[in-house]
């Protein structure tokens, strides 16, 4: 029995798990997310996307998810601004009683009381921590890697979430090559697909029993006090260069 034959065997003796993703922007990993669960997919019978709650009502993945079909009456908006965020959080997640949620691109620090209750999974890519989300993320690595002289590998990755910025353990990784030739924004473009596969990966793993004990920790790039220096000093300059707004 090859492989395949053994991960087919595996889903027909598993339970799907339930998943709520949490989105805050175009929602193009839960999209593909959403893609693969259907027939035929990578996570079909694995996973099943029961609901989605955006940051605001003015995202356009909520447009997006319409476009293909997903359920309006699953689609829900829960704002950090509005007031009793974990509340509002815990009411919806209750209703649909996840085996657990998915952070896709969601901006907001998640309250403890929801890691307390359910097991979160986070996308992320590069350095993380303080004011790290876009393309941020892809300029910093680069301009580290400019200013020490090194050319490291980005890593793309899926992780367990953390009460801290990106500090959860790490359920599946793949460290790529950037293009020093290219733009942040090319590099970040050329990532986007990578970062649905790992994603998905990282519902696999989850779905064959990883847990937070099993994982590895975030990788760190910064080898010495003085590079944790520079890398922060690389983050205040992608936060100056890519404000909110832009």
């Known amino acids: 029995m090859d492989i395949n034959q053994k991960i087919a065997k595996e889903k027909m003796m598993k339970r799907t798990l339930r998943g709520v993703s949490l989105i805050s922007g175009g929602a ?18 694995v996973s099943e996307t029961v609901a989605v709650i955006a940051s605001t009502d003015d995202v356009s993945g909520i447009q997006n998810l319409k476009d293909i ?11 950090p601004k509005n007031g009793y965020f974990a509340t509002k959080l815990l009411m919806f997640l209750d209703k649909y009683k996840p085996d657990f949620f998915h952070q896709l691109g969601w901006m907001p620090l998640t309250p403890d009381e929801i890691m307390d209750q359910y ?56 460290n790529i090559d950037l293009d020093f030739s290219k733009t942040p924004e090319q590099n970040a473009e050329m990532l986007l697909p990578i970062e649905h596969e790992v994603q998905i990966a990282g519902r696999m793993e989850l779905f064959f029993d990883k847990s937070p004990s099993d994982a590895q920790l ?9 590079e944790e220096e520079i890398l922060f000093a690389m983050k205040k300059e992608a936060r100056d260069k890519y404000p909110p707004e832009a």
């Open 28 to 45: 193009s990993t839960c999209l593909r997310v959403i893609q693969e669960e259907n027939p035929g997919g990578a996570l079909w019978s």
């Open 218 to 226: 975030v990788p760190n790039i910064a080898k010495s006090l003085r």
């Open 119 to 174: 097991v979160g999974l986070n996308q992320h890519l590069g350095p993380g921590g303080k004011w790290m989300y876009g393309v941020r993320r892809v300029y910093a690595h680069m301009r580290f890697c400019q200013e020490v002289g090194r050319i490291i590998p980005i890593s793309v990755f899926c992780q367990f979430v953390d009460p801290v910025y990106d500090a959860g353990k790490v359920l599946s990784i793949r």
């Open 69 to 79: 079909g997903y359920p309006a009456d699953d689609i829900h908006v829960v704002n």
